[in-house]
């Protein structure tokens, strides 16, 4: 017979408490008590909170406990999807094992998380399949289909990441009817969404929570029911991904699939004709003739020259804007049209409406930008420089409870940074310690005898470093870096001087490389930001953390031009007030990878040493854990040497 319910945050995490008698491997941890009651407070007072809780803390349960005994509907987004999982298949479902009461929870996923049953079936009549192994991965879509219960590709463990079989027939809203579609009640989104409406936890990414409050003044408005209050996991990312939601993009690409998804419907519903084929060909010139009109360069570039493009090139653009009303016009005059022409009208509407935006608008408040992905990929992009007034009308005032945590969200002890570019006002706001012994565990060590890192003798002189300190560690090591160039670089000098195994990040998926890594013995792995979060490799495995440069945003990324721009104009200091509280922030989040655990040691690297010769590394140290620190590579040698 399970314990009684816990009433109270601290009727369960106290000494002795509820916790204490389910967890075989139970250990008090005052942080997680102080974070629990400051949720359950949050919640019951309707307040918005921001919490750092330290590695270890358990801020996992520390929220969801709560989140649970309120008995409200609460969101719980995190930054990935990987988390999100642990979360459903793992934190839950041990708590449910204690509690008498069910915990209704739901997982939601965006929609290319899905299979389309309407799509599979039109697949097993129509010709969409193309090559040997799209039918292969299809015969293995079909059979998984006929047992499913959630119609998540992530069930399916044969199907190979990059399948184009599966973009064939996930269920993204490009080409849905809705209501109107034979499979409606059978549909694995519509069954999510009865899931969540049925739901007191519903847990998302941050991702699909933008996205889903970007949509919610539509038409058709968003997937995530109505909800309480919200915790975001990992909410040092929220900034970044939010913006990308309330802004603007189209690229070739879109046009490319949406040529090609109208001649694949006309000619499955017996609805083509010579003069849509037309229209059709004509849109794919055009298209092709006004994205390859702008600058060449690789990467992302700002690009603030519309009006003179438009004098340049004003009767293309005319012309391509014509041709997406031809086309919609043609598709509204098909006699007896499909539903599934429905969604596709729609996304001709949108691109037109989305070019013309980015084109002529000329919003003050947004950041027009271009990238270039390979040869072919050209996107328009128009981003809001400062989403905190967004935030600010759409979330915090909307919501009684929002909950931001993360072990790195705090600068110097301070708030101040996250909540200026959130929007967040009257909060309350605690600051959790981890309850590791950084001191004891931990060495930093920043050499001093390196180049200026913004030098061209840098580059050499840190992969002579970092072999010396590959030496010592015996590998365990993860080498990460600001740049993919200066990753590619150190690994050509590194790895053939090594006898480690070196993993470079690219070479693998994401998660094929981090089991690799846990796997293989000794082994190092060179990578960029996305190895700087989200990753957890408890033992002696990791034992070194090697980290290049002082993690500063590219300054000619356009939309860190632009956002120092908007600071310079209201009278602060850019510098300070945005480039190093965020580099603060990502240099925390990568040397949290090192010590995951109260019996990890082992040592932190930086090959800046700007850190120690500028008044502004003090802010970086004071954002830091207090770890040992030294400049001297001996007392390096001295601590690898009593790990052994």
């Not at 009549?125 to 006929?146: A, C, M, S, Y």
Request: proline residues 4%; hydrophobic residues 40%; glycine residues 6%.
């Amino acid at each position: 017979m399970p314990p009684t319910k816990p009433v109270t945050a601290r009727q369960f995490f106290n000494r002795g408490g509820v916790l204490s008698k389910w967890h075989p491997n139970y250990e008090f941890r005052q942080g997680q008590l102080e974070m629990a009651e400051a949720v359950e407070s949050a919640i019951a007072d309707r307040k918005h909170l921001i919490v750092e809780a330290g590695t270890g803390t358990g801020k996992t349960l520390a929220y969801l406990v709560p989140a649970i005994l309120s008995g409200k509907r609460v969101v719980v987004s995190t930054g990935t999807k990987n988390l999100q999982e642990q979360l459903f298949y793992k934190d839950v479902p041990f708590l449910q094992q204690h509690f008498e009461q069910e915990i209704k929870v739901c997982l939601m996923k965006g929609r290319n998380n899905f299979a389309c049953r309407q799509k599979i079936y039109d697949a097993e009549r129509e010709p969409i399949l193309t090559g040997l192994d799209e039918v292969n991965d299809f015969q293995i879509i079909r059979e998984w289909e006929k047992t499913t219960e959630t119609g998540d590709r992530a069930e399916i463990r044969t199907l190979p990441e990059d399948s184009t079989a599966w973009a064939k027939v996930d269920a993204r809203r490009e080409l849905c009817t809705g209501t109107k579609c034979q499979q409606y009640e059978r549909c694995f989104i519509t069954q999510m969404h009865q899931r969540a409406h049925e739901s007191d936890i519903i847990i998302v990414n941050h991702h699909l929570f933008f996205a889903d409050l970007a949509v919610k003044e539509e038409d058709y408005g968003g997937i995530i029911p109505d909800y309480a209050a919200v915790i975001f996991d990992e909410a040092h990312e929220i900034e970044e991904v939010a913006g990308g939601y309330f802004g603007a993009g189209i690229s070739n690409y879109q046009v490319v699939d949406l040529v090609r998804d109208i001649n694949a419907t006309a000619r499955r519903k017996n609805v083509g004709s010579a003069e849509l084929d037309r229209v059709l060909i004509g849109l794919q010139d055009l298209s092709d003739q006004f994205f390859m009109l702008f600058p060449v360069q690789d990467g992302r570039s700002g690009f603030t020259a519309q009006r003179a493009f438009l004098d340049r090139h004003g009767e293309h653009y005319r012309d391509l804007l014509i041709t997406f009303e031809l086309l919609e016009t043609s598709l509204k005059l098909i006699h007896n049209a499909p539903e599934e022409l429905i969604p596709l009208v729609r996304r001709t509407r949108f691109l037109r409406d989305t070019l013309q935006f980015w084109m002529e608008s000329g919003s003050r408040e947004l950041v027009y930008w271009i990238e270039r992905r390979g040869r072919a990929g050209v996107y328009l992009q128009a981003t809001p420089i400062d989403v905190s007034s967004i935030l600010s009308e759409r979330l915090f005032n909307q919501l009684d409870t929002i909950i931001l945590t993360s072990a790195t969200v705090a600068v110097s002890g301070s708030f101040d940074f996250v909540q200026k570019r959130l929007g967040l006002k009257g909060n309350r706001a605690q600051l959790v310690a981890s309850p590791f012994d950084y001191e004891k565990q931990a060495l930093l060590y920043i050499p001093q005898n390196l180049p200026d890192p913004r030098t061209p003798d840098f580059s050499r002189a840190a992969a002579e470093e970092i072999i010396d300190l590959l030496t010592l560690s015996e590998g365990r090591a993860f080498v990460l870096f600001t740049s993919y160039t200066q990753m590619k670089l150190a690994h050509e000098r590194v790895s053939m001087r090594i006898p480690y195994e070196s993993l470079l990040q690219g070479t693998a998926p994401r998660n094929a490389l981090l089991e690799e890594f846990k796997n293989t013995p000794n082994s190092v792995l060179f990578a960029t930001y996305s190895f700087w979060q989200g990753v957890d490799v408890p033992g002696d495995q990791l034992s070194c953390v090697i980290i290049d440069k002082l993690p500063f945003a590219v300054p000619s990324d356009p939309i860190v031009e632009a956002r120092v721009a908007l600071l310079r104009e209201q009278g602060g200091n850019p510098f300070y007030d945005y480039q190093i509280p965020q580099a603060a922030i990502a240099l925390k989040q990568g040397f949290g990878r090192l010590i995951r655990s109260k019996s990890d040691r082992g040592v932190l690297v930086l090959l800046d040493h700007r850190i120690t010769k500028q008044r502004y590394g003090q802010i970086f140290f004071d954002s830091l854990p207090d770890y040992s620190f030294t400049i001297e590579k001996t007392e390096v040698e001295k601590f690898f040497e009593c790990l052994k």
